[in-house]
């Protein structure tokens, strides 16, 4: 079964940090660019940050210095290291690949930064 599985979302204050991460699986997962993608109450999905086959990564400029995107191809994992969280960073985030010319997506994790 082709599927993507965020964890690690949760409760964090202002200038705090959150370790994402997505399981890949069905996948030849190294074959494969990845991205993180999050949605704010009332707002629309945007892209977050991503990571392509070779590792070359991309970023998003309201998370650039503070977000980094990463993969282990070994274990079918991407992550998404978050410091320097701001309250509006609050959002379901999403593990997205493209797969069979469509749009993979997990079923997000919430990210609530708040004190």
């Known amino acids: 079964q082709v599927q993507l599985v965020e964890s690690g979302g949760g409760l964090v204050q202002p200038g705090g940090s959150l370790s994402l991460s997505c399981a890949a699986s069905g996948i030849i997962f190294s074959l494969y660019a990845m991205g993180w993608y999050r949605q704010a109450p009332g707002k629309q999905r945007e892209l977050v940050a991503t990571?392509?086959?070779?590792?070359?990564?991309n970023y998003a400029d309201s998370v650039k210095g503070r977000f980094t995107i990463s993969r282990d191809n070994a274990k079918n994992m991407v992550y998404l290291q978050m410091n320097s969280l701001k309250p509006e960073d609050t959002a379901v985030y999403y593990c997205?690949?493209?797969?069979?010319?469509?749009?993979?997506w997990g079923q997000g994790t919430q990210v609530t930064v708040s004190s």
């Open positions: 990571i392509g086959r070779g590792g070359t990564t």
């Open positions: 997205n690949t493209n797969y069979a010319g469509r749009p993979l």
